[in-house]
């Protein structure tokens, strides 16, 4: 796959930016796909709405209301209304979001699996329940489709905001261009229900990049650089963003 000039992927090796491994380990750097729900500015949840009269006794079935969800708001739970298929906990409304299977980039494995003997005491179970971290990736030109403001795809391609990278994906899509948003990084059920694996990996140096450089600026909101003389620790994303930067002025 060429990159074309101008982007970050033209600073790596020969324009190789993903692997192909078709070994289909699920580790930090694979792109997978996934359901992804998308993150409204303000979240939605479920309102209990009562029954039909000819549905009264039947606790399978419920009417519903969806309603902003607003943080000093009280919020009507389940309790007064039992259906068996949404158990009602203290404490806890049900939420509603839209979602699509998306391409996404595995960030974190969730860690070491917690041995069974201590899983079977956990109450409730999905406080152990196994997930992984990942990062959804978003069509930014689709193919005879709509697509993102190119000015705006412009400066993401220079790497001048710290939650987008653009890229061109190497698996089949009806979008041409893709950004990934670490913005929205969410868990997912680790679970072979949950996700499916590509053939695809990011190089190990994007992701020490991305690890060691790139998520602890969007964290902190600071590019790490030498600030003293003789520091001969190389901040590679640095050095590409102030060149990238140079080509809009």
């Known amino acids: 796959m060429t990159y074309p000039d101008g982007t970050l992927q033209k600073f790596f090796n020969d ?3 993903w692997d192909k491994r078709p070994d289909k380990k699920l580790i930090p750097g694979r792109l997978i796909w996934a359901f992804i729900p998308h993150v409204d500015i303000m979240p939605k949840s479920m309102i209990p709405a009562g029954r039909l009269e000819d549905e009264a006794g039947n606790h399978s ?3 519903f209301e969806i309603a902003d969800l607003r943080i000093g708001s009280p919020y009507n739970p389940m309790k007064n209304l039992p259906a068996a298929i949404l ?3 203290r404490g806890e409304c049900y939420t509603v979001h839209r979602a699509k299977k998306r391409p996404a980039l595995v960030l974190g494995d969730g860690g070491p699996e917690v041995p069974k003997k201590l899983r079977s005491s956990m109450k409730p179970s999905w406080h152990v329940s196994p997930t992984i971290t990942v990062a959804p990736y978003y069509g930014a030109e689709k193919q005879g489709g709509n697509k993102w403001y190119e ?7 220079k790497c001048e905001y710290p939650q987008y990278i653009w890229d061109i994906l190497p698996i089949p899509s009806e979008t041409k261009t893709s950004i ?6 969410q868990p997912i059920g680790k679970h072979h229900n949950s996700y499916e694996l590509t053939d695809y990996v990011l190089q190990d140096e994007v992701m020490d990049l991305l690890n060691n450089e790139w998520l602890p600026w969007l964290f902190t909101g600071v590019m790490e650089e030498c600030e003293t003389e003789g520091c001969n620790k190389t901040y590679l994303l640095n050095e ?8 809009l002025s």
């Open 15 to 17: 324009n190789s930016w």
């Open 61 to 63: 079935k419920i009417n």
């Open 87 to 89: 158990p009602y906990y």
């Open 151 to 157: 000015p705006f795809v412009e400066r993401i391609k």
């Open 180 to 185: 990934l948003r670490l913005d929205h990084m």
């Open 240 to 247: 590409i963003r102030e060149e990238l930067l140079n080509d």
